[in-house]
């Protein structure tokens, strides 16, 4: 480069504002996004469960068969053409049982956590929004239901309640919004204290200002952790339940009521257990590397 | 007087997911038998990773020392040093200490043996040896009962106790050189002069070279014997101690020294601060990075990055400036 | 120390009692009692001699009262379905089946699980750390009761190496009968396996970025000293964090695996007496279960303090 002495004048062109110079601002939601996406494994788990989701939905109407017609004749048949996964003891078809038992179980899953997260935000939310004795007491509720093993609460509450759907979802939740509740209540508080919170309520910012601008954006990625884990937890629980008679039964459909069918004819036509487990298995792995990748996501310090 | 540390055109960067950023952009400097350099600059400005680079702290993936950069002790090729080496080296050569002493000791271990397993580690004596050196080092440093503290752990002893024993610790083996960085900026005011001193008679004992890190110019003024102005992952400025305060060049440190609050000041304005942040390491300008900071900017200082102008006495300064070019238009710059 | 272990006590007893109370009035409302269908056929007079055996003719509060009392001293009562046997005795028989099973699956489990955390931490971003976390990722997505299923057909079923079902007695129970208890081990190891490996792997590197093992490495210590004296004790907060979990998931998969592998144990009778109403029995393995999820609490909240010095036991609740 030649130096000139115009070279050596008063810069007076536009010096870039040191404020937007430093650093490239990136949302935090589009850099989350970004980084599920660089990630192959969350990528795949994402596209499995697309898939097993849409087979759920339309898996029992491109069958072609029905869910519970019995048909004796063509019963513990192998896969074929016919029946793509074969058929079982009575000569139902599995493929249409299996996606169907599969969208069962999704959807006692996501109802779950449904009841689960509405239950926890409330009462964390009230716990920490009222503090004092209210707060203690309801931590000491918190305290006692997780001082008993989960199972067994479950199975109780089974037992008063009976084998059914409504019985299953209130069994399944009784306990599970513990965690959330604590994790609300945390937050909010941590937030209380912080003092950019501090500096908004100073300035006059309404508590529902700053429920939205800050509680929801620093609660929502933990939120959606906790969504991710507990899905693939409820799966297993429900097909658990199921293995063990407590749970769904015949002529209810899920994948713990294939499960415990298929186990008593494992011996002799292994098939019948394997769809069902295999479907199990896809599913719960694919919301756990979801929810891995969330979680590195989330907290990419985590990943170093 | 012998050159004990050589680092030339020292590059590193940091991956991380926003991009390369390049903390340490061709740092270059020396270091002398029992002098004291002192490297000052404002928080990201590449000081900590140059002292971390010097006691082969970055680590890959994440971190990496760019091929080209030199770093020699005592003459020897660090880049070349394997883990035999290094382990000698660290803790037996050179040591660290870090500016929060909570954080950097560690949580779970009673602060005797984290001095101890220093010195086992270096010289080959027995615990019971080791335990009463630990226990004369705590005492050198001036802790009280420094038995009863050997069997203390960190959370149980105060901040400027805490970082005592970091310095116990350095001093354990008697190092050549002792990288302090940000030794007192976590402490209280009283306590930060004493622990200076401190480092300083035990430099003197020991004859230790220190490389003393801070962004804060005004404690450097008694101890350093050279100072280093570090900007943007970039030297500024480097000269005597004399130099650097008597005849600041670079518009950079002279802010500094404006920034310094002082009580003679008769005017009673607000204290001096220098306006915006310095620039993004991702993505540096390819002219003089205070550029956009600094009152003076020149056509030339967008456009390119100054090399180093030599101010005689061995001070340097990194400014378009000092161009001869410059120099005859001065009285418009001022 | 001493306070703090009365006050502790004392919480504990409380806790079971609300527990105790809370099963006895679940129980309650299950509707029909248990005697009904074993009733049916019988003369009344036989029925009635039968309902006040059981104190089931007695109004609630009394049944409750007498209940508690019972539980006070160790008395669990009768067993409805298994007429003759008290609660205690059925317990003390199916218990040591748990117990051991339960036993050597953690302790192999966590073992090895531990293990495994430190050589993926030591070896991030090395196939060997990809392959174990995506074992143990794989291993937490199967069931306990599709692996033990699958074990169980393989190994038993088809290669024959195993017995299929049963479980040592008598003088083998605890130290003998190896064949029996392979299979169902290793079907509930797998999941200590997995929690333990990805649990340490995260502390580890979580610890491995503070700044004191900066400190170590600045010393000169060598890698292996400065992994077992400096990152793995400041890593177990985490995994002791978890125990209590990983008790409740023992006594979970019990459930499961001594119900595929018929093993007398708690966990096959606590469902049997669920489905046969059996309420004694239901009342006394539901507190014997408590309180040994209450007690491993304990002993996790007295590890915290052996582990990091800055949690002391006077701080009580944290």
Redesign the interface.
């Given at each position: 480069m030649e130096l000139t002495n115009i070279s050596f004048k008063k810069y007076r062109g536009r010096r870039l504002d040191p404020d937007q110079l430093a650093g490239h601002s990136v949302t935090y939601w589009k850099d989350v996004w970004r980084r599920i996406r660089k990630n192959p494994t969350a990528v795949l788990s994402l596209a499995a469960l697309m898939i097993i989701l849409t087979l759920s939905v339309i898996g029992p109407i491109i069958s072609g068969h029905d869910l519970s017609t019995i048909n004796p004749k063509r019963a513990n048949m192998n896969p074929s053409a016919e029946n793509w996964f074969g058929t079982d003891n009575l000569g139902r078809d599995l493929f249409t049982r299996v996606w169907y038992g599969a969208r069962a179980s999704v959807i006692v899953a996501l109802v779950c956590t449904l009841i689960q997260t509405v239950v926890g935000c409330l009462y964390g939310g009230i716990m920490a929004h009222f503090g004092g004795w209210v707060d203690e007491v309801m931590m000491r509720v918190i305290e006692l239901i997780t001082s008993m093993p989960t199972l067994l609460i479950t199975i109780l509450t089974m037992m008063v309640l009976g084998n059914g759907m409504t019985a299953l979802l209130v069994a399944m939740s009784i306990t599970s919004w513990c965690g959330t509740a604590r994790l609300i209540r945390g937050q909010i508080m941590q937030l209380r204290e912080s003092e950019y919170v501090l500096a908004a309520v100073a300035l006059g910012a309404s508590p529902f200002w700053v429920i939205l601008r800050h509680l929801i954006p620093n609660t929502f990625g933990l939120l959606m952790l906790t969504i991710a884990t507990s899905i693939p937890d409820y799966i297993f629980t429900e097909a658990g339940l199921s293995f063990l008679g407590i749970g769904l039964q015949p002529p209810n459909t899920s994948l713990g009521v294939l499960i415990s069918i298929g186990q008593q004819t494992m011996d002799f036509f292994p098939i019948q257990l394997l769809f069902p487990a295999l479907i199990l298995c896809v599913l719960v792995l694919a919301f756990n590397l979801l929810g891995d990748g969330l979680r590195d996501a989330l907290d990419p310090r985590l990943r170093q | 007087m012998k050159k004990l540390l050589e680092v030339r055109n020292l590059h590193v960067s940091y991956h991380t997911?926003?991009?390369e950023v390049q903390s340490v952009r061709g740092v270059s400097f020396d270091v002398h038998d029992g002098e004291t350099l002192a490297i000052v600059g404002e928080s990201g400005c590449g000081k900590s990773v140059t002292a971390?680079s010097i006691?082969g702290?970055i680590k890959a993936?994440?971190g990496e020392i760019k091929t080209g950069s030199e770093l020699r002790y005592c003459g020897e090729d660090m880049r070349a040093f394997d883990a035999k080496k290094?382990?000698?080296?660290?803790?037996?050569e050179a040591?660290?200490i870090?500016q929060?002493a909570l954080?950097?000791?560690?949580?779970?271990?009673k602060i005797g043996k984290q001095i101890t397993?220093?010195i086992t580690?270096?010289e080959h004596i027995k615990k019971k040896e080791a335990n009463e050196r630990a226990e004369s080092l705590l005492h050198q440093v001036g802790i009280p009962d420094a038995k009863q503290k050997m069997n203390s752990?960190p959370?149980q002893l105060s901040g400027g106790m805490r970082q005592r024993v970091?310095i116990a610790?350095a001093f354990a083996c008697n190092p050549k050189l002792l990288i302090a960085d940000e030794p007192t900026t976590a402490l209280d005011v009283t306590i930060q002069a004493q622990i200076l001193d401190m480092i300083r008679s035990l430099q003197r004992e020991k004859n230790t070279s220190v490389i003393l890190i801070t962004h804060d110019l005004g404690i450097v003024a008694n101890i350093a014997t050279r100072i280093l102005i570090m900007y943007s992952g970039k030297v500024v400025e480097k000269g005597t101690s004399e130099e650097i305060f008597y005849h600041p060049v670079h518009p950079y440190t002279k802010a500094l020294l404006r920034a310094i609050p002082k009580l003679t000041d008769p005017s009673k304005g607000p204290l001096y601060s220098i306006?915006?942040?310095?620039?993004?390491l991702?993505?540096p300008?390819q002219g003089c990075p205070f550029?956009?900071?600094c009152p003076?900017?020149?056509?030339?200082?967008?456009?390119?990055h100054p090399e180093d102008f030599d101010c005689g006495a061995g001070h340097t300064a990194a400014c378009?400036l000092l161009?001869p070019?410059?120099r005859h238009?001065g009285s418009?710059?001022e | 120390m001493l306070s703090y272990s009365i006050r502790r006590f004392a919480e504990m007893i409380l806790t079971l009692f609300i527990i105790a109370t809370a099963t006895f009035f679940l129980l309650a409302a299950v509707p029909g009692d248990p005697l009904t269908e074993r009733v049916e056929k019988l003369p009344p007079q036989i029925r009635q001699n039968l309902y006040e055996k059981y104190g089931l003719n007695k109004p609630l509060l009394e049944r409750y009262v007498i209940t508690m009392r019972g539980l006070a001293v160790g008395n669990f009562g009768e067993s409805i379905v298994y007429p003759g046997q008290t609660v205690q005795s059925i317990l003390q028989e199916k218990l040591p089946a748990s117990a051991r099973l339960g036993i050597q699956q953690m302790v192999l489990g966590i073992g090895i699980g531990m293990i495994l955390g430190i050589i993926a931490a030591m070896k991030k971003n090395t196939w060997l750390d990809y392959g174990i976390i995506t074992l143990a990722i794989l291993f937490i997505s199967i069931p306990h009761l599709i692996f033990g299923l699958l074990l169980q057909k393989i190994f038993a079923g088809e290669l024959g190496w195993f017995p299929v079902i049963g479980w040592p007695k008598g003088k083998d129970l605890w130290t003998g009968g190896w064949q029996y208890t392979i299979l169902p081990t290793l079907a509930g190891c797998f999941s200590y396996i997995a929690a333990y490996s990805r649990l340490l792997k995260t502390s580890m590197l979580d610890v491995v970025n503070q700044e004191y093992i900066l400190t170590a490495e600045s010393k000169g210590l060598s890698k292996m000293h400065i992994v077992l004296k400096h990152v793995l004790r400041n890593s177990l907060i985490p995994v002791i964090t978890n125990l209590p979990m990983s008790i409740a998931m023992c006594i979970t998969g019990s459930f499961f695996i001594e119900r595929i592998f018929s093993i007398p144990g708690v966990g096959m009778y606590y469902v049997l007496s669920v489905n046969e109403r059996d309420l004694p029995l239901i009342m006394g393995q539901t507190v014997i279960l408590s309180i040994i999820y209450i007690v491993v609490i304990f002993i996790t909240d007295i590890l915290y303090t052996v582990v990091d010095p800055r949690i002391s036991i006077q701080g009580g609740r944290r």
């Open positions: - | 997911y926003a991009g971390r006691m702290l993936p994440f290094w382990a000698h080296y660290r803790g037996g040591s660290i870090f929060d954080a950097a000791l560690n949580p779970t271990m397993e220093n580690v270096h752990y959370h970091m610790i306006s915006g942040h310095p620039p993004d991702i993505d300008p550029a956009a900071r003076h900017c020149m056509n030339v200082c967008v456009e390119a378009w161009h070019l410059a238009i418009e710059v | -």
